[in-house]
Each structure stands twice: as structure tokens, then as C-alpha cells.
């Protein structure tokens, strides 16, 4: 488990800096930099509908499965790295959030 702070307000699953999911997916399988990165698990907040698939509990600590091969922190598909930023000011896709922690090899 790693410690996730989340900096993609707009998401639906973003409560106070935490992701609400036990897990997340970043993609970037060919990322070289962060801004090759994204997060796959982003899912747009609609004003006034609720996310029933996903508890709204904030939780500081989830698994991070990563498709970034280039990533110093990617242990067979999983980030080893203690903590992971995502971030992605003003998103309204999944392609427009990074993972901040991204570092090549």
C-alpha cells in the first residue's frame, strides 16, 4: 500500500487530498516524464451525483498499480514507492492528471 495524496480536485473520488478507491491505475506504459503519465481511475465529479460503486470514506493509503515500464518505482506492475502524488489542476479527462512521483529509469 502506499501512502496516495491527491491533488485532482475535480475528481469524484478526491475527498480532502484522498482518494476514496482501495486502488488506482496509472497509465503511461512509454511515459520518459510525469507528463507522459495519468491517472486511469479518474472519474469526473458531476455536481449533485454520487459515485455508489466507490465508498466516499477519504483513504490516506491505496494500492497503486502502474503501467509506467520506464518508472524507477514500478515493481512488476505495482509502485514501490512509499508515497504517490497525483495531481491535475482543473481536469475534466483522465489525460489531463500526472503522477508526480514518475522518475525513469
Known sequence: ??????????C???????CCRSEIRVDGESARASRDTCCSSFQLEVPGMTNNAVSQTPNPRSEVLCDAQRCVHN???CCCASTVDISGEDAVAAGETRCRTFRER
Open 12 to 18: 469524484a473520488t478526491n475527498r480532502d487530498g484522498c
Open 75 to 77: 515493481c512488476n506492475g
Open 1 to 10: 500500500m502506499n501512502q496516495l495524496r491527491c491533488g485532482v480536485e475535480s
